[in-house]
């Protein structure tokens, strides 16, 4: 199968030097007004992993991800905002990049061309059948994460991959191919741009609907987060107020003592029964 990389196509527009600054923006902003779109189509694949992460994850298992570059760094920041935002603790959702967490400041050499490296430091998180490996490629070749989802699917492991390109070699050893496909990028192959922004969104969009499915947010609030900061405790102590009708002072309290805005109602609504 023929394998063409669209994201290292010649961008759109040229001279870019020699623009506005207004210009630049403008052009830039056009641009990512077609991401939200390449990641529409993108949603019954999506749909697929997550169902499949939701079912792991009730029975115990976890959530990785696995890239390099930018690609990678996106996976490790998503996996980093779960246990603050919804109170998970941070052994469910794992994010690995190639080169280890000095790549998340600077590159390291050769890194993502190593094609065992990847599933040596999986098999020392232990993974398993109950979990799921996603593999984050923008380019679609990168041999650190193809590694990775041939060791995974042969194993049994629920396998995805998110990439940039169609028909990629990373997405051919996933089981499910998540391919927002955004075009040429607006400096030529900077696929921090819209590749970039591509794969953050369908990140926010796998852990935050999986983490409804778990029951980690109620209504529309973010009932399990962490109470890290003085702004979250006031947003915390406000969703008290308006959930039981309680003076600011008495939710505050109440919710520092249960430490977050879920055991704090259940608390309330237990001792009133």
Same mark, same amino acid.
């Given at each position: ?15 870019? *030097? ?8 403008? *052009? ?92 040596? *430091? ?40 998110? @990439? @940039? ?107 009133? *029964?």
């Amino acid at each position: 199968m023929s394998f063409t990389k669209i994201t290292e196509q010649s961008s759109l527009y040229d001279n870019l *030097e020699q623009k506005s600054v207004l210009e630049i923006l403008t *052009e830039i902003n056009q641009e990512d007004q077609k991401v939200a779109l390449a990641v529409q189509k993108t949603i019954p694949e999506i749909e697929k992993l997550v169902t499949g992460i939701v079912a792991r994850m009730q029975r115990g298992g976890r959530l990785f991800y696995i890239g390099a570059g930018t690609s990678g760094r996106l996976g490790v920041l998503d996996a980093s905002e779960i246990p603050p935002t919804f109170g998970m603790p941070d052994t469910y959702v794992i994010g690995l990049i190639a080169g280890g967490d000095v790549a998340l400041r600077n590159p390291v050499e050769a890194a993502e061309d190593n094609l065992e490296k990847s599933w040596e *430091e999986l098999i020392a998180h232990k993974i398993d059948q109950n979990d799921v490996l996603v593999g984050i490629a923008a380019s679609g070749t990168t041999p650190y994460v193809i590694g990775a989802l041939r060791h995974a699917r042969e194993k049994g492991i629920l396998t995805a991959a998110i @990439c @940039c390109n169609p028909d990629s070699p990373v997405a051919a050893e996933a089981e499910i191919k998540i391919e927002p496909i955004v075009g040429p990028e607006y400096v030529t192959g900077s696929t921090r741009m819209k590749a970039g922004t591509a794969q953050k969104m369908v990140l926010n969009m796998i852990t935050t609907s999986t983490m409804i499915k778990l029951g980690r947010v109620k209504g529309n609030r973010m009932v399990n987060m962490q109470l890290t900061n003085q702004k979250l405790v006031d947003r915390g102590t406000r969703m008290i107020v308006d959930e039981l009708g309680l003076p600011y002072e008495q939710a505050k309290n109440l919710l520092l003592l249960h430490g977050s805005v879920k055991n704090a109602v259940n608390s309330y609504h237990s001792k009133k *029964e």
